[in-house]
């Protein structure tokens, strides 16, 4: 994943870039770039490895040094940005957050209309960002250029672009990751996380449409092109990597994760399960909100048996290797074993996505104890591995712990569609495997439909492909 930040301010704008751009590192944890300009010094950048050290630690000389009045800054899991483009449609700095799925075929594209060479090379593979710059400059401006890149991009992509006349902030044409405007005397600025601006004195100007394109200078925000009709805003920004206090769609984070637990705790009450654990845990972080709200409605008390070592450990998604993502999900999180010892444990993470964390979390109460563990994911299970955001560059279909399961149950040839109604019996046959190879004592997922109405937001406005595989 990644996010970014931006400021056009009438006064020197590099602290409120360089907290709110900090204010993102919740989704990035290998590069991080601000790019600010000035009539005096131009465009002046910073972009530096944060792998082993937190983004503050490392702008912390770069901000001294640094000066403008608007800024864009980017945190990010790939990409080094933000980029500085001289092309004709003058000099500017870019970043980008989203994915490219066709990257070969708009390189070639790129290559038959005379553009000569990419010089932002990763580990062998074209820059994103870069890419998405050489689309923009096949148009006579960049308006255009914006429009031409987004269309042409399977996948997703939201743009800031830096010049000396403003911000262009442009969503992705679907709107599957959020563009929020904030304004304060003086200073307007663009953020994927509504919350990264408020500590700053800015307060809620807009949240953009997809597709929408603005250009935000310090005396205001204008609208260049206008939002599109279809939305598909990614629904697991409420399960997992929206930050809790951020908010989409005008739902809360944490709220979100609260309803969305005690429709867990409803589904249960159903079923007639409710009231046989001794407690009910949360998997931190996201895991402890949905918690909280299968406690409150249980009545089950709530409590934390484990606690999540958060000064260096990154989220266990993000790594690239499996092998540094077992061991990340192994070290970051620390039973407490007079918790645990003797407890039936209802446990809530927010998802099961390769079953890294989850297995060795339920080991973890095992071996302190635990009488029995009951896992309750609180979104349904993943069945398709997404093509609209960089959750991870290394995910594929099999890398999904349900794929896996359904091959052993009907072959590399199954129909993942078939596995998708909580009724039938080929997802309960799905659901119990997961239970038995990863030991639970039982195992019930939330439902879509429940979530959702947990939500209360229209499903047309949601993306949930990972679930369904809905287009």
Not at 86 to 115: M, P, Q
Request: hydrophobic residues 35%; contains cysteine; proline residues 5%.
């Amino acid at each position: 994943m990644g996010g970014f930040f931006g400021v056009a301010s009438k006064e020197h704008c590099i602290e409120d870039l360089f907290f709110g751009t900090d204010y993102h590192s919740h989704l990035g944890t290998r590069r991080a770039g601000m790019c600010v300009y000035s009539r005096e010094d131009g465009f002046v950048r910073a972009i530096h490895n944060i792998e082993n050290s937190p983004f503050r630690t490392k702008f912390d000389r770069d901000i001294d040094e640094m000066n403008g009045n608007m800024g864009i800054g980017s945190i990010s899991d790939f990409e080094p940005q933000p980029l500085v483009v001289r092309s004709h449609h003058d000099t500017y700095s870019i970043v980008t957050v989203g994915r490219i799925d066709n990257t070969e075929e708009l390189v070639a594209d790129i290559y038959r209309s005379g553009h000569m060479h990419f010089l932002e090379m990763i580990q062998g593979e074209i820059n994103a960002t870069e890419l998405v710059a050489a689309l923009i400059n096949q148009c006579d401006n960049l308006i255009e250029g914006i429009r031409y890149a987004q269309e042409k991009i399977k996948g997703s992509m939201s743009i800031l672009l830096l010049t000396s006349r403003g911000i262009y902030a442009a969503r992705d044409k679907v709107g599957r990751t959020p563009m929020v405007i904030g304004k304060k005397d003086g200073a307007y600025c663009v953020t994927f996380e509504s919350f990264a601006y408020l500590n700053l004195g800015y307060e809620f100007c807009k949240e953009m449409g997809p597709g929408e394109i603005d250009i935000i200078t310090p005396e205001g925000c204008q609208v260049l092109a206008a939002p599109g009709t279809k939305m598909r805003l990614c629904a697991f920004l409420w399960v997992y990597y929206g930050y809790p206090t951020s908010t989409y769609q005008g739902l809360n984070v944490e709220e979100a994760r609260h309803r969305s637990g005690i429709a867990l705790a409803k589904r249960d009450r159903i079923r007639g399960v409710l009231g046989h654990p001794d407690v009910v845990a949360g998997v931190p972080d996201s895991g402890t909100a949905h918690a909280i709200g299968y406690a409150n409605e249980s009545g089950i008390p709530f409590s934390r048996p484990f606690i999540k070592y958060t000064p260096t450990w990154p989220r266990s998604f993000m790594p690239p290797s499996q092998r540094v993502r077992d061991f990340i999900a192994r070290m970051k999180l620390i039973p407490i074993r007079e918790l645990i010892e003797g407890k039936s444990i209802l446990l809530i993470d927010d998802s099961i996505v390769r079953g890294t964390q989850l297995k060795d979390t339920t080991g973890y109460l095992f071996q302190s104890g635990a009488r029995e563990v009951h896992v309750r994911p609180a979104c349904p299970p993943i069945l398709f591995s997404c093509k609209y955001l960089n959750f991870s560059r290394s995910m594929s279909d099999m890398d999904l712990f349900t794929r896996r399961v359904i091959v052993k149950l009907a072959g590399p040839e199954a129909d993942p569609h078939a596995y998708l109604d909580p009724d039938k019996q080929a997802y309960q046959d799905m659901v119990d495997m997961i239970r038995r190879t990863n030991g639970f004592t039982s195992l019930s997922y939330q439902r879509l439909d429940d979530m959702l109405d947990a939500f209360g937001i229209d499903r047309e406005l949601l993306c949930t492909y990972c679930w369904d595989g809905r287009e």
